[in-house]
């Protein structure tokens, strides 16, 4: 029996390289790719006689083998639409060092990766169909950085071989699930929780009237949630959390009875500094919460003519639908009693944002 075709693409002709690898993964057979991290065992997800050669080099596998697409258009057909923070990665990292697990239309998490390699890219284009891609490796052994590092049993299991080189990278890629408005970093690799936060981080908007009190008392408390929720999942990425007023002036202090409460309550909000809201920041923002139905509004109107995939989710901070109410110019018990409120509604949506995909009401 012979073994597998073996092409060199810094000597041999790279569209009949393409086109054999594309006619083997067609049979359902299995091939050996570059890409910029390491070398992939490629074969068509929708074919099982693919997937069982896959399972039988692979072992027992406790998560799903990575799919790899030649472009994001190709997504919508099979997984749901994918939250702001998704697409914020694919913009800067697709094609690239990065998997994200997004969820289909059963609602199961895939790895989704376009690789950053031209030529593999070529061939999943050539194929036509989602490409299982995962390491060319055996689970629990070193994944190969060249082909020359190949397993000769993994070798044995492949129809093609196709040599690109050292991979440019030589380092795993970065596996991430983004949510609604944080992000799971379920693999460390190239790119870094610090270069996600820098480019990806998510982003949550709490509006007022004036920045004085419900909304800044609100940011210290959700944040404060988060960090809560969050305690027991060192994987999770939390999200900047702002807050800023529809009719506020910039640099004006908070209102006293709100330093006060909050003191009361473990936080300091004496260093608060009352913030209009700005453009960019709203149409930068994962999820923007109004106080009152009347920030809602406002919030919505000042996104018209941007497109829904544009736009923030914008919602009540209350889940019910019911306004906060405004304590300004109340005494200190009142003040008191919103602040309690707001910290049992930014637990509520603590858990509402942290969720896997759990939309905002």
């Known amino acids: 029996m012979s073994g597998p075709a073996r092409f060199d693409l810094s000597r041999d002709d790279a569209d009949a390289a393409r086109r054999a690898a594309a006619a083997a993964l067609d049979r359902?057979?299995?091939?050996?790719?570059?890409?910029?991290?390491?070398?992939?065992?490629?074969?068509?997800?929708?074919?099982?006689?693919?997937?069982?050669?896959?399972?039988?080099?692979?072992?027992?596998?406790?998560?799903?083998?990575?799919?790899?697409?030649?472009?994001?258009?190709?997504?919508?057909?099979?997984?749901?639409?994918?939250?702001?923070?998704?697409?914020?990665?694919?913009?800067?990292?697709?094609?690239?060092?990065?998997?994200?697990?997004?969820?289909?239309?059963?609602?199961?998490?895939?790895?989704?990766?376009?690789?950053?390699?031209?030529?593999?890219?070529?061939?999943?284009?050539?194929?036509g169909a989602p490409v299982l891609l995962p390491s060319a490796n055996r689970s629990g052994q070193?994944?190969?950085?060249?082909?020359?590092?190949?397993?000769?049993?993994?070798?044995?299991?492949?129809?093609?071989?196709?040599?690109?080189?050292?991979?440019?990278?030589?380092?795993?890629?970065?596996?991430?699930?983004?949510?609604?408005?944080?992000?799971?970093?379920?693999?460390?690799?190239?790119?870094?929780?610090?270069?996600?936060?820098?480019?990806?981080?998510?982003?949550?908007?709490?509006?007022?009237?004036?920045?004085?009190?419900?909304?800044?008392?609100?940011?210290?408390?959700?944040?404060?949630?988060?960090?809560?929720?969050?305690?027991?999942?060192?994987?999770l990425l939390l999200p900047r959390v702002l807050s800023a007023g529809m009719h506020a002036e910039d640099g004006e202090p908070p209102s006293p009875e709100a330093v006060e409460v909050l003191g009361q309550m473990g936080l300091d909000l004496s260093d608060h500094s009352t913030r209009s809201l700005r453009d960019d920041e709203l149409r930068r923002a994962d999820v923007v919460f109004g106080m009152g139905r009347s920030h809602v509004l406002a919030v919505e109107e000042r996104l018209t003519g941007l497109a829904r995939e544009d736009r923030p989710e914008v919602a009540l901070f209350d889940p019910e639908g019911h306004d906060v109410d405004d304590p300004f110019g109340s005494d200190v018990a009142r003040y008191l009693s919103v602040a309690r409120m707001l910290e049992r509604l930014a637990a509520r949506r603590a858990e509402q944002l942290l969720a896997p995909r759990r939309p905002v009401p």
Request: aromatic share 4%; with cysteine; charged share 25%.
């Open 142 to 235: 070193p994944a190969p950085r060249s082909l020359d590092e190949l397993a000769p049993d993994v070798a044995a299991a492949a129809a093609v071989l196709v040599d690109g080189g050292r991979c440019a990278l030589g380092e795993a890629s970065t596996v991430v699930e983004p949510r609604l408005a944080c992000l799971r970093v379920v693999r460390e690799g190239v790119v870094t929780r610090d270069d996600l936060r820098r480019h990806a981080e998510p982003l949550v908007l709490l509006v007022c009237t004036g920045n004085t009190c419900r909304s800044p008392m609100a940011e210290s408390l959700l944040r404060r949630a988060l960090a809560k929720a969050a305690a027991d999942d060192a994987s």
């Open 28 to 127: 359902g057979e299995l091939v050996v790719v570059p890409t910029e991290t390491l070398y992939g065992l490629a074969g068509r997800a929708d074919l099982p006689a693919a997937r069982q050669r896959l399972d039988a080099l692979k072992g027992n596998r406790t998560t799903p083998y990575s799919v790899a697409v030649a472009s994001p258009g190709t997504l919508s057909e099979w997984l749901l639409p994918p939250f702001r923070t998704a697409r914020r990665i694919a913009a800067r990292w697709w094609p690239g060092p990065v998997t994200q697990l997004l969820p289909d239309h059963a609602g199961e998490l895939v790895g989704v990766r376009v690789p950053g390699h031209a030529w593999t890219r070529a061939l999943l284009e050539t194929v």
